[in-house]
């Protein structure tokens, strides 16, 4: 479902005629999707289906215990029948890879172009609706409709987001292009900010809707990943017993297991560690009883905050991807958590210290470039430790054992770093890749 805001603003270059409307069938495409593509057949065998034109074009949604795929029967029609398919296939990605669960990104606007640039680097070319975001392939020219509507300004965000796509290599996971497309100010600011018209000034937005993916509570964003990865694993059990994966890669498939695998999320890990280094704090309230003086004194109100250092490794063996996949974390955590951010080598760099609360993440960039030692950032928390409540290490794991900390540590190892013996009795996070970034 769309975001308010994301409206593709280019309409489909094959307008249907009423009749095409009326007569467009999708039980024949998902009849299609069986003989040909057995893994998206059966993981959309879970997904109740809902003819609407309430929505533009077509997605996926979790809502009221059940997992939906809307569609608008005169988009659908206005395709030719592999992008049908296509379309089909792009939904079955976003379930797959949690996009509409767990993996959510602010602003989320820049997050759902960086989804569909990902999930259209796995999908062929023709099987791909006119007007999508696909990395390396440019906007479609303007009609002079189009340019007198949108004015000078508006043609030049236009071409500048366009610039920037069309720079994009394919296959690289969703995060990547997120840091890419937050990077550039210029860019960043013509996707968050469609403009006055409330209509993108003729921007494409996704060829899809994502509109509803953040308005979940935690406990039915909970149940909705539970019912999709139950369906993603009976698709897989089910494709490895027949052998019969359709046009799903090797690369994709292994991919998809170790993405329905039992091990414990490193997000979720993150997440504990710093729900466990908050402090609580008590201010007075006049909505609330005091329960030993009702009526007398104000009532009091609990609440809970916490400040976190968070030390990067500047040796290069931490990546921008990396660094932009733990910020993402680390700012769908920060409502109730201040983090402070250092770059350190063999010592802690004073100079770029940045604090940062929700939504305002820095940006990565290098202030060091030497070896690694981690007692000076160890020394550093323990010096500050009347600032914070905990602190994190970003990095690949090699350098000696910096000793006792005061503070409570927590180590963040890269995917090609190593998890040292040191760190057992202390918080241990590895990160993973991303599951689309295939190349990597």
């Known amino acids: 479902m769309a975001d308010k805001g994301t409206s593709t603003g280019i309409a489909p270059a094959n307008q249907a005629d009423a009749a095409a409307i009326k007569n467009f069938d999708l039980d024949k495409f998902l009849v299609k999707l069986q003989l040909e593509e057995p893994f998206f057949c059966k993981v959309l065998r879970k997904v109740t289906k809902v003819k609407t034109t309430a929505i533009p074009t077509a997605g996926v949604l979790a809502k009221d215990d059940d997992i939906k795929l809307w569609w608008n029967p005169a988009f659908l029609a206005s395709l030719t029948p592999r992008q ?85 290599p394919t296959k690289e996971a969703s995060e990547w292009y997120f840091a890419r497309l937050m990077e550039d100010e210029e860019v960043k600011e013509a996707i968050t900010n469609p403009g006055a018209d409330g209509e993108g000034n003729g921007m494409p937005g996704n060829m899809d809707d994502h509109e509803g993916w953040g308005e979940m509570t935690d406990e039915e964003r909970e149940i909705a990943r539970g019912k999709i990865r139950q369906a993603v694993e009976e698709a897989v059990k089910e494709c490895d017993r027949k052998g019969q994966w359709g046009t799903v890669s090797s690369e994709t498939r292994g991919a ?21 280094s908050r402090r609580a704090k008590r201010s007075t309230s006049r909505m609330r009883l005091n329960t030993k003086y009702p009526g007398i004194h104000s009532g009091f109100k609990r609440g809970y905050t916490s400040s976190i250092a968070v030390y990067i490794d500047q040796s290069g063996s931490v990546s921008d991807e990396e660094l932009a996949i733990l910020f993402g974390e680390l700012r769908n955590l920060a409502s109730n958590t201040e983090f402070v951010t250092y770059h350190f080598d063999t010592e802690v760099d004073l100079e770029s210290e940045q604090v940062w609360r929700s939504g305002k993440t820095p940006a990565a960039h290098r202030t060091r470039s030497g070896g690694t030692c981690f007692k000076g950032p160890s020394y550093h928390a323990n010096k500050n430790k009347h600032r914070f409540d905990g602190y994190l290490i970003l990095t690949d794991g090699y350098a000696p054992d910096p000793g006792h900390s005061r503070l409570k540590r927590g180590w963040v190892v890269t995917t090609d770093g190593e998890l040292q013996e040191f760190m057992d009795k202390e918080v241990k996070i590895k990160m993973k890749g991303r599951i689309e970034a295939m190349a990597a």
């Open 84 to 168: 049908v398919l296509g379309l089909l296939k792009h939904e079955c990605y976003h379930l797959v890879f949690e996009h509409t669960t767990t993996r959510r990104f602010e602003p989320f606007i820049v997050w759902n172009y960086a989804t569909d640039l990902a999930i259209n680097s796995l999908i062929p070319l023709d099987e791909l609706p006119e007007g999508g975001l696909i990395p390396g392939k440019a906007f479609a020219e303007l009609t002079t409709e189009q340019v007198e509507k949108m004015g000078t300004e508006g043609v030049e965000r236009y071409r500048r987001v366009s610039e920037k796509i069309a720079s994009f």
């Open 256 to 276: 998809i297991r170790e993405a329905i695998s039992k091990e414990i999320p490193w997000e979720l890990i993150l997440k504990q560690f710093v729900g466990m």
